[in-house]
């Protein structure tokens, strides 16, 4: 029984949450993608409310992609509410935004993410950080929950969906 | 040419400065410096936000030439290859502005400067360079100022 590895992207823009999503297929590495706009939907998805109210914490994300500019709630306080419930602190969040604000960059870290990632205007280095976000965080780094799956999901294309 | 320290009077210190950038009481010197902090803040807010739009025109050339480049006849690829690069383009001046914008966002950081010592010294590169010319240079000693 192998678990599809799921990444919940909080991105509101359709074109960055577009390339994103392309270099993550690409890359072979992710099999299941949430894409959300906005800090609300993300909250309900991650505390199982709202519209994803039959969703269940057995199919929590490996990875949190979040941007720090979002709508209705923003990445910071998102960040904040991850880390503040004990369903869900030990979530690993990278921030992946285009600000490279050192108050947003101290506020992500003091809140404790995971990483922080600025996004680059060059799309082959954005590509490749993506790419080297996803080896990093979902193959090299040992997850909180520990390694229940390590080859059997990579590169097998029965598992691909977005 | 010869620099001769002290013929000079020492004005640093025996006429106070006049109080620099006000006017019948509107301290245009404060407004300038408010203004200019302005203007650095729109151009970084402008540069900042083009940076998604050229991300994303970088991005889609990219991925056109990745998976349609066998059925794109020439010049189409021609044609991809040239928006890449004005797009570079435009990238490169954008990083351009937002480096200026952030250099004058930055506090000007003022020190005492030696102004006697650095009269000398353009004093002895120029005698130096004009060699030929008699010239005689008078430094006073002891001046400094902000800068």
């Given at each position: 029984?192998?678990n599809?590895?799921?990444?919940?992207?909080v991105?509101?823009s359709?074109t960055d949450?577009?390339?994103?999503?392309?270099?993550?297929?690409?890359?072979?590495?992710?099999?299941?993608?949430?894409?959300?706009?906005?800090?609300?939907?993300?909250?309900d998805?991650?505390?199982?409310?709202?519209?994803?109210?039959?969703?269940?914490?057995?199919?929590?994300?490996?990875?949190?992609?979040?941007?720090?500019?979002?709508?209705?709630?923003n990445?910071?306080?998102?960040?904040?509410?991850?880390?503040?419930?004990?369903?869900?602190?030990?979530?690993?969040?990278?921030?992946?935004?285009?600000?490279?604000?050192q108050?947003?960059?101290?506020?992500?870290?003091?809140?404790?993410?995971?990483?922080?990632?600025?996004k680059?205007?060059d799309?082959?280095?954005?590509?490749?950080?993506?790419?080297?976000?996803g080896?990093?965080?979902?193959?090299?780094?040992?997850?909180?929950?520990?390694?229940k799956?390590?080859?059997?999901?990579?590169?097998?294309?029965?598992?691909?969906?977005? | 040419?010869?620099?001769?320290?002290?013929?000079?009077?020492?004005?640093?210190?025996?006429?106070?400065?006049?109080?620099?950038?006000?006017v019948?009481?509107?301290?245009?010197?404060?407004?300038?410096?408010?203004?200019?902090?302005?203007?650095?803040?729109?151009?970084?807010?402008?540069?900042?936000?083009?940076?998604?739009?050229?991300?994303?025109?970088?991005?889609f050339?990219?991925?056109?030439i990745?998976?349609?480049?066998?059925v794109?006849?020439?010049?189409?690829?021609?044609?991809?290859?040239?928006?890449?690069?004005?797009?570079?383009?435009?990238?490169a001046?954008?990083?351009?502005?937002?480096?200026?914008?952030?250099?004058?966002?930055?506090?000007?950081?003022l020190?005492?400067?030696?102004?006697?010592?650095?009269?000398?010294s353009?004093?002895?590169?120029?005698?130096?360079?004009?060699?030929?010319?008699?010239?005689?240079?008078?430094i006073?000693?002891?001046c400094?100022?902000?800068?």
């Amino acid at each position: 029984m192998v678990n599809p590895i799921e990444i919940l992207l909080v991105e509101d823009s359709p074109t960055d949450a577009k390339l994103t999503i392309r270099s993550l297929e690409k890359s072979n590495i992710a099999n299941r993608i949430t894409h959300v706009i906005d800090g609300a939907i993300a909250l309900d998805y991650l505390f199982c409310e709202g519209i994803y109210k039959d969703r269940d914490h057995a199919t929590d994300p490996r990875v949190v992609l979040l941007d720090i500019k979002l709508p209705k709630v923003n990445g910071i306080e998102v960040l904040r509410r991850i880390r503040s419930d004990p369903r869900t602190e030990s979530l690993l969040v990278v921030i992946l935004t285009s600000s490279e604000e050192q108050s947003d960059i101290a506020r992500g870290y003091k809140l404790h993410a995971n990483s922080y990632i600025v996004k680059p205007v060059d799309f082959h280095q954005f590509a490749e950080a993506i790419k080297s976000l996803g080896l990093y965080w979902l193959i090299l780094n040992t997850p909180p929950a520990g390694n229940k799956l390590v080859e059997s999901t990579v590169n097998d294309p029965a598992l691909v969906t977005a | 040419m010869t620099a001769q320290p002290g013929a000079l009077p020492k004005t640093s210190r025996a006429h106070p400065r006049p109080a620099l950038g006000s006017v019948d009481g509107i301290d245009y010197k404060a407004k300038y410096v408010e203004l200019s902090k302005d203007l650095d803040e729109l151009l970084y807010s402008i540069a900042h936000d083009l940076r998604a739009p050229l991300r994303a025109l970088d991005g889609f050339t990219a991925a056109l030439i990745e998976e349609y480049s066998d059925v794109l006849a020439e010049p189409g690829g021609e044609y991809i290859a040239e928006i890449q690069a004005a797009s570079r383009h435009m990238r490169a001046l954008l990083e351009g502005v937002l480096l200026l914008s952030r250099l004058g966002r930055q506090r000007m950081q003022l020190e005492v400067v030696d102004l006697s010592a650095l009269m000398q010294s353009v004093a002895s590169d120029a005698s130096r360079v004009e060699s030929k010319r008699d010239v005689a240079v008078s430094i006073a000693s002891g001046c400094d100022g902000a800068g």
